[in-house]
């Protein structure tokens, strides 16, 4: 079993659709974070959360709602997507200290996005 | 702003022939250097973390080295199976919650 998992790990939805990406970690960290990867382009971070609070978020179109339930719980719901929204989408996590020093982060395998 | 490059952006090398990966970067107060490899539809795998200039790590055929401005990664007498993209990302002070990832290399082995 990976540390990070995330489920589905493939979508398709229309732009009208709702629909919700999980993620689970079984690390036993206090960092979850969402990364999307676009074709030829860096992974750009889009949400940050620290002992379940959303202490980042990179300019994210409201279309994009994160919900952190848990320290081991990460969701990303989904609405109205635009077909440039089709990536992969990595949720990751990491051990951090208290005074913000960031320690090694680690991803799962990504769910693929596609919206029609 | 803090900003990672990595070069070439692609590499062909043939079995055995070793060479370097370059990730140059600026950062406020490195709070670290990463190297990920990353195979086709998956996630991004954790290689090595480096924190201070000098600082030298090994795994297999892979060896990452640290200076005040870059980073290499060398790998020595490369197989097929190290065929990837290879990813660098750094973590600054002024951002500790992100890491700033460079665009990859990709990297083909030829047997």
């Known amino acids: 079993e990976t540390g990070v998992t995330q489920t589905p790990r493939h979508l398709v939805m229309g732009m009208t659709n709702k629909k919700s990406l999980k993620c689970e970690q079984h690390l036993g960290h206090n960092a979850m974070y969402w990364y999307k990867q676009s074709a030829k382009k860096p992974l750009e971070l889009m949400f940050v959360?620290?002992?379940?609070?959303?202490?980042e978020n990179n300019s994210v179109p409201s279309r994009f709602s994160p919900e952190c339930p848990n320290s081991s719980h990460l969701f990303l719901h989904l609405h109205t997507l635009q077909p440039e929204d089709s990536a992969l989408y990595l949720c990751?996590?990491?051990?951090?200290?208290?005074?913000?020093?960031?320690?090694?982060?680690?991803f799962g395998e990504g769910s693929w996005l596609t919206v029609v | 702003e803090d900003q990672v490059t990595q070069s070439p952006e692609a590499l062909r090398l043939q079995e055995g022939e070793s060479s370097s990966l370059n990730c140059s970067y600026t950062?406020?107060?490195?709070?670290?250097l990463f190297w990920y490899r990353q195979d086709p539809g998956k996630g991004p795998e954790f290689l090595f973390t480096l924190y201070s200039a000098g600082e030298e790590k090994e795994k297999e055929r892979l060896k990452a080295t640290l200076t005040k401005k870059e980073s290499f990664l060398h790998i020595t007498a490369p197989k097929p199976e190290d065929s990837a993209t290879y990813l660098c990302?750094?973590?600054?002070?002024?951002?500790?919650?992100?890491?700033?990832f460079g665009q990859g290399t990709t990297l083909q082995v030829k047997p």
């Open positions: 990751a996590s990491s051990q951090d200290g208290e005074n913000g020093e960031g320690n090694t982060i680690y």
């Open positions: 990302a750094v973590r600054g002070s002024s951002n500790t919650g992100k890491l700033i």
């Open positions: 950062v406020s107060g490195l709070r670290g």
């Open positions: 959360y620290n002992f379940k609070e959303q202490t």
